[in-house]
């Protein structure tokens, strides 16, 4: 498999709600960060979530949100920063 996006990439995480098993937090839809690890790949959650066999894997990418982006009346240093774990299929790519 080859990865889509690179460490040092700006994504996008969708604004989705499927009506599936989801593994992504309703309070990073719609932000834009920038991928910092190239986890590996694993199984598919929505056909896991539903006893399948989660088949093909998908890469997963650490993505660096800032605090400020996600909660507008952060009350913590300008510089904080949250990391989460988003599926591919889950990202695209965002202008600078």
């Known amino acids: 498999m080859t990865a889509r996006f690179a460490v040092g990439d700006r994504v996008r995480i969708a604004d ?3 009506p599936a098993h989801q593994r992504t937090p309703a309070y990073v839809k719609g932000q834009a960060g920038v991928v910092v ?3 590996g790949a694993e199984g598919q959650p929505e056909s896991l979530g539903h006893g399948g066999d989660g ?3 998908m890469d997963v990418y650490r993505v660096r949100l800032a605090q400020t982006d996600l909660w507008p009346d952060y ?3 300008r510089g904080d920063t949250l990391d989460v774990e988003i599926f591919e299929h889950w990202l695209d790519p965002a202008e600078r």
């Open 16 to 18: 989705r709600t499927p």
């Open 37 to 39: 690890y190239l986890c």
């Open 55 to 57: 088949t093909p894997p």
């Open 75 to 77: 009350r913590g240093s």
